[in-house]
């Protein structure tokens, strides 16, 4: 298992030799997140093993089908997908988060319509020549039905990971990948709630995988 150090906010243009520079929304994000999940950093694949009692995990596809075959199975996910989301967030405002991973800290060139937050180094390799950089991303945005679909549509393609949508408290946590959508919330009532509307969505595994 990757373990990651402390986040490093560093600057957007990330020229080598300057004193990293940190913005007030920048902090407050990091510490939003470090008061809400003090347990796991921002990283969607570590987020069940850690708060296992308001996890649930949804499958995209019947049978637990994994990817797409045709344009149909492709609306199902993203209907799914949608579902969820509409549940977690309708008529809020949601963070979205993405993040890309480098083997330097420099903070790769983005989107103008993104904002850096941070960077977590991982700490899989004791020497440094070979540690691994998760750059985080996020937008805030008005959460509607369908308004990340490309995203999605990439996440279920398997060419992005790493994401992560939530509430601008922090409380509710959306983490789709390819094959579903790990979900975490503030209470096990109300993760039983949720896993309860969608019963037909669950894995067959039984630990719920």
Request: charged share 20%; glycine share 6%; hydrophobic share 35%.
């Amino acid at each position: 298992m990757i373990s990651f150090g402390a986040p490093c906010l560093l600057m957007h243009n990330h020229m080598k030799g300057q004193v990293p520079q940190v913005n007030a929304g920048q902090v407050a994000l990091t510490e939003l997140w470090q008061q809400r999940w003090p347990a796991c950093p921002p990283i969607g694949y570590m987020l069940r093993d850690r708060y296992r009692d308001l996890w649930v995990r949804f499958h995209s596809l019947p049978g637990s089908k994994r990817y797409a075959d045709d344009e149909n199975e492709q609306a199902i996910i993203l209907e799914r997908y949608n579902t969820v989301l509409d549940d977690l967030f309708a008529g809020a405002d949601v963070y979205v988060i993405t993040s890309v991973w480098t083997a330097e800290p420099d903070v790769p060139e983005h989107q103008s319509d993104v904002d850096y937050w941070q960077t977590l180094p991982a700490e899989d390799d004791p020497d440094p020549a070979f540690r691994t950089y998760a750059h985080l991303f996020a937008t805030r945005r008005a959460w509607q039905h369908g308004c990340i679909n490309a995203l999605l549509c990439e996440v279920a393609d398997y060419q992005v990971a790493g994401v992560l949508i939530t509430d601008t408290r922090m409380e509710r946590i959306h983490h789709p990948y390819d094959g579903g959508a790990d979900v975490l919330l503030p209470t096990t009532e109300e993760r039983d709630q949720l896993r309860n509307r969608y019963s037909s969505w669950l894995s067959s595994h039984p630990a719920g995988l």
